[in-house]
């Protein structure tokens, strides 16, 4: 019992405060603002359990806030004369404020961004403090021409500095929404983090599929046709390939990446050479792309027709029989290039 009546002690020393007005003491307000709100049971939206919990963030800010500013602490937190503190409190500032309120991650975007111009205002408020010599109560003071020289140094650089964590949230939200910009070198970068690498090899495939879905629907569309109606086609070839790309769009796999492939086509020879191109325009710094091709050969031969069939109940004499032999479309298709890097000049 001898050990457990030191353990009692010990905790009873811990938890006794040492006075009623001190950081202590607020810190275990909101110990208990925290249990009480645990324990509070309340329909949707929960307005009581929030209100209680809106203490406990309150006593908890305003106990850390007392507690860095005491001077051994202050001594502890402070580096080339420069105190800290103020940064220790906004943050949990800005955890209650924005963290709360979007109710998502913690810390949120909104909380980085805010965090340094909410932590000089916290830095720069004792300074418009000061204590009255009689009433030894605080009472405001404009701030020497020093102190207003500081407070707006250090204001413009924490605003500086929010405008760098809202640069680097606004890259990381293009990367997101282009997951092509991955493709990108952004080893120097101080700013971009790639938690996922782009995939070139599984962007080229889906330009591959592209140019295999076009040329089995050009093969649809002439293959075994008289000649004379893919000669007209192809002559057409600027209003077909609004056709193909629709084709194209509706065969190919869905993606949840943008679609950035363009199919373009056209007549490279006089025997009808048909070349057709998968043209990658991603998003990047340098507007640059890639291109697949495939080229298919069109070209006639001469095959027969079938016999028509005898009708022995008609009575007509029969018509004299046509030339058995026709020309028709056939397509052969090679394969797919590898893929080459067009400039952003090209069209």
Known sequence: MLWMNQVFKQIRDRVTLPQWASWQTLLFLSIFSVIVAALTTSPPPQIAQRIISSFGWIFLILSVWWFVYEPPVKKKLTFYNFFIGPW??????????????????????????????????IW?????????????????????????????????????ISCWFQFSFQIQNWIANNPSLQGEDFSRSGFVWQPQRFDRDTALSRGADVLNIAAQSVRTELEGKPWGQVERWLTNLDQQVPRLRQQVKEQLPRSSQPDLWMLNAEVTSAAYDLKLQALWRRPNSRQAGSELTRTCRITPVRRERPTPEFRFDDSAPPAPAPARVQEVGTVQCGSITPPKQIQPTRS
Not at 90 to 114: D, H, K, M, N
Not at 125 to 131: D, E, G, L, T
Request: with cysteine.
């Open 124 to 160: 720069s408020a004792p300074k418009f403090i000061k204590s009255d010599s009689k009433t030894k109560s605080p009472v405001y003071t404009n701030p020497s021409k020093a102190h207003r020289q500081d407070i707006i140094l250090v204001i413009l650089a924490n605003l500086i």
């Open 88 to 121: 220790i409190v906004g943050a949990i500032v800005c955890v209650y404020l924005f963290g709360t309120i979007e109710g998502g991650r913690i810390p949120t975007q909104t909380s980085w961004i805010s965090w340094p111009p909410i932590s000089s205002l």
